[in-house]
């Protein structure tokens, strides 16, 4: 295992690499896109067929080889090729590109019976068991010399095919919750390098309380009954150096066999894992990619592809890739079967690729016969024939070889940002702010930090917005206007200091409660809330209560009517310099303020004591938007309509306008003249655009 150190030294080092992806100069020719093809899977021999119908549907790109470690390596050290060299060739004949994946993720009957102890340990010390993909401690010594050995192979083996552009390392990798006594053993070396002392260890996580107090590090107790929310914090931000260490691990080892032109990537589950530091692994790849899935038929809006997309562009601040989205129907069980609507699936296609997305693929090529995700169904349905799926890829791929080269690259500028703090999160999860059970009880929170989180996209989103992601270890801040802090529980003076700067210079804050409140040790500061902020923010608190039942704000201050809610948390806040925006309506509550507004140096901070109604959100949202003069012709747009902008590598102007519905949609155009791409149809300023239901129209400006 690498030590934290090592780690750190190895993450920069990564990080100064050239990059394959967007920060080369011509990254793209064109937008790739396919799917993930696994032959292996097939009932019969059919690769003539299927890559045939891939070239007649002008599929580019497929996704290979990270699924099936047994048939890599049947018989330790055995390696056997031919199976999938059939399969790259016929590919390459085809011109179809071909990223592997280092299959590490599920690994073979033979390395659990040999090395039983390469499973992960669950905390709490329940047995463990074969059978489920990522079920193993990645830090293992003896995973890691067999799955060093694979890569090394595998990597050397494809080295110079010229139809593989790239790696993918691992699939969709996380902690898997392994508390081995290797990862506990790790853990206490990376205490013993953060604190030095045990006495330190102490002090930053009070844990004489309980009389918890460690005497000597080979005293230290394991995770799996601490309470000591210190503990639980530090032992989260392990986990998320452990699947740092691994993949920079493994992009390492794919960079010393690779030819230098193939890029490494590796693609995210989504995004904002509580176990996955994303930001800090990224620094480690060329590219970074993500696999979206979301809801179809009546509930697909965009909304969660472009938060993922959104995140995952942010990483890097730079184009990203799709290796995973809904073909047909999704599932572990056929209990959720809502195949997409006609023109869903194009339009998914171009929804990524509005938020910058260079590569769109499909899970999968075709629907397996059996095994667990039966009913996760590809391009092809269980026939194996052409059908509604393959003639919409089919339509949507045609329409990409003409028009990918002015939509590839895209790049995004935007002026709002949401500051994500895993950190947070994962300390509230440890202490919620909302039960749906009794006390005591210890019952699920109704809402939750990643809601919160959740509830600001949307309100963006639905407003046409833009938005970034930005982290605590990040420095571009002022590279917006607008900044959102949704519950930063945890953060340290710095970064509050960072964030009271940054309004001091003259941007404009949305905070809600909960933030400022601990310091990086989970441990409450001992000075009047909200420590650190008080100066920025304009007033002070010393209670809070949570709140049995939703109240109104006093007088309807937004015009909300019904929404006029808020509820779950409300603190107790004092104004000192802030305006109160609204007040709670309530005998008891309704001498605090529930909405403050500060005007610190040339900025604003609005704070939000208590958790507000999507409605009351995307009110105080936009009128911070308004102050900032970020509102415009965007936010007139019919409901459904949704646009996102970019600049192409033609460096013109590009304006995706997508219907999310199932009725046309009719808006006037308020940009520069310009072209639909896929259309060719003039559209004027102030012109006329009429969009079909589920269509959109692509405007690149002359």
Not at 583 to 594: E, K, T
Not at 681 to 697: F, H, I, M, T, Y
Request: charged share 20%.
């Amino acid at each position: 295992m690498i030590s934290p150190s090592r780690l750190s030294l190895l993450v920069v080092a990564a990080a100064g690499l050239p990059f394959w992806g967007a920060q080369s100069s011509t990254p793209f020719a064109n937008v790739l896109y396919g799917a993930a093809y696994y032959h292996e899977y097939m009932p019969y021999d059919r690769l003539d067929k299927d890559v045939a119908m891939m070239s007649d549907a002008g599929l580019s790109v497929v996704r290979m080889g990270e699924s099936t470690w047994s048939l890599w390596e049947p018989r330790e050290g055995d390696f056997e090729y031919a199976w999938m060299d059939r399969v790259v060739e016929a590919m390459g004949k085809a011109g179809i590109k071909v990223i592997m994946g280092t299959p590490t993720y599920s690994i073979p009957t033979w390395l659990y019976h040999e090395h039983p102890e390469v499973l992960a340990r669950p905390l709490g010390g329940a047995p463990v068991f074969y059978g489920m993909r990522q079920n193993m401690d990645t830090d293992n010594a003896t995973f890691r010399f067999y799955a060093q050995r694979l890569i090394k192979n595998l990597v050397e083996h494809y080295r110079n095919n010229p139809a593989v552009i790239g790696w993918q390392i691992d699939n969709e990798t996380a902690s898997y919750g392994a508390s081995n006594h290797d990862v506990f053993v790790g853990f206490v070396n990376h205490l013993k390098e953060k604190f030095g002392t045990v006495e330190n260890l102490n002090k930053a996580w009070l844990l004489n309380y309980w009389g918890e107090d460690v005497n000597a590090w080979e005293d230290m107790p394991t995770r799996d009954s601490t309470q000591s929310t210190g503990y639980k914090l530090e032992w989260s931000r392990w986990e998320q150096m452990r699947v740092t260490d691994y993949l920079v691990w493994q992009a390492a080892l794919v960079r010393e066999y690779r030819r230098p032109d193939q890029f490494v990537m590796q693609d995210f589950a989504g995004a904002m894992h509580r176990d996955v530091n994303e930001f800090a692994v990224a620094k480690s790849l060329d590219i970074a990619g993500t696999n979206p899935y979301h809801g179809t038929q009546d509930h697909m809006d965009g909304e969660a592809q472009a938060e993922v997309g959104d995140y995952i562009r942010s990483l890097k601040r730079a184009n990203y890739l799709v290796t995973e989205t809904n073909a047909q129907s999704t599932d572990w069980s056929s209990a959720f079967q809502y195949p997409p609507y006609d023109g869903q699936l194009r339009l998914d296609v171009y929804t990524h690729l509005s938020s910058g997305a260079n590569m769109v693929e499909y899970w999968h090529w075709h629907s397996i016969h059996s095994g667990q995700e039966t009913y996760w169904k590809g391009i092809l349905s269980h026939d194996l024939e052409p059908n509604r799926a393959y003639a919409e890829v089919s339509r949507t791929a045609h329409e990409l070889q003409k028009i990918g080269p002015r939509l590839v690259n895209l790049q995004i500028k935007n002026q709002v940002a949401i500051l994500y703090s895993v950190d947070s999160m994962n300390a509230l999860e440890f202490m919620p702010f909302t039960s749906s059970g009794p006390q005591w009880s210890f019952a699920p929170a109704m809402a939750d930090y990643s809601s919160l989180i959740h509830q600001f996209h949307r309100v963006l989103y639905d407003a046409n917005t833009g938005v970034d992601f930005v982290f605590p270890e990040s420095a571009h801040f002022s590279d917006y206007k607008v900044l959102i802090v949704p519950a930063l529980y945890i953060a340290d003076d710095n970064l509050l200091r960072k964030i009271s700067e940054y309004v001091r210079g003259g941007g404009h804050v949305v905070m809600t409660f909960k933030s400022g409140f601990c310091n990086e040790n989970s441990m409450v500061r001992w000075v009047r809330q909200p420590g650190p902020l008080r100066e920025a923010a304009g007033f002070s608190y010393q209670e809070f209560s949570n709140l049995e039942k939703p109240l109104q704000l006093k007088g309807d201050p937004f015009k909300a009517g019904d929404n006029n809610k808020v509820m779950y948390w409300a603190e107790f806040l004092m104004p000192e310099h802030a305006q109160a925006v609204a007040y709670y309506d309530h005998p008891f509550f309704g001498r605090w303020p529930a909405i403050t507004r500060n005007s610190y140096g040339s900025g604003t901070l609005t704070y939000e004591g208590t958790w507000l109604s999507d409605a009351l959100q995307r009110d105080v949202v936009l009128d911070v938007l308004k102050s900032a003069d970020l509102v415009g012709s965007d936010q007139q747009l019919p409901g459904p309509v949704r646009v996102k902008h970019g600049t192409n590598a033609n460096g013109k102007r590009v304006h995706y306008y997508l219907n999310y519905s199932s009725d046309p949609q009719s808006f006037t155009y308020a940009y520069r003249p310009g072209a639909d791409l896929l259309t060719g149809n003039e559209v004027a300023n102030s012109g006329q655009l009429r969009l079909k239901p589920w269509d959109l129209a692509i405007i690149e400006e002359r």
